[in-house]
């Protein structure tokens, strides 16, 4: 099992900047695929970005751009730094990893973007 443990978030005015992390714990061994989804009120579950264990990043286009994935391989986190944030924007975010296959999720961070 892989244990995400999710931290950051919270409100920011239109053209804002937040950031949102993510530690792995557990069988962390073996994890290829870090990504970041969210999910606004009434709308389904959407990715915004992913990095492989190769490096290889993906945005969804409306953040590419204004979104950034990282991943810091010897503490076992991956951050998603947000500028230029958009009233659309706002949602709750998720940490992703998947194992072998396996799919595992953090907790959800709330990212509010009002003024």
């Known amino acids: 099992q892989v244990q995400l443990v999710q931290s950051g978030g919270g409100l920011a005015q239109p053209g804002g900047s937040l950031s949102v992390s993510c530690a792995a714990s557990?069988?962390?061994?073996?994890?290829?695929?870090w990504g970041w989804y969210r999910q606004a009120p009434g709308k389904q579950r959407e990715v915004v970005a992913t990095i492989t264990n190769t490096g290889s990043i993906n945005y969804a286009d409306s953040v590419k751009g204004r979104f950034t994935i990282s991943r810091d391989n010897a503490k076992n986190t991956v951050d998603l730094r947000m500028n230029s944030l958009k009233p659309e924007d706002t949602a709750v975010y998720y940490c992703n990893v998947v194992r072998f296959l396996n799919s595992f999720w953090g907790q959800g961070t709330q990212v509010t973007v009002s003024s």
């Open positions: 557990g069988n962390t061994f073996g994890i290829n695929l």
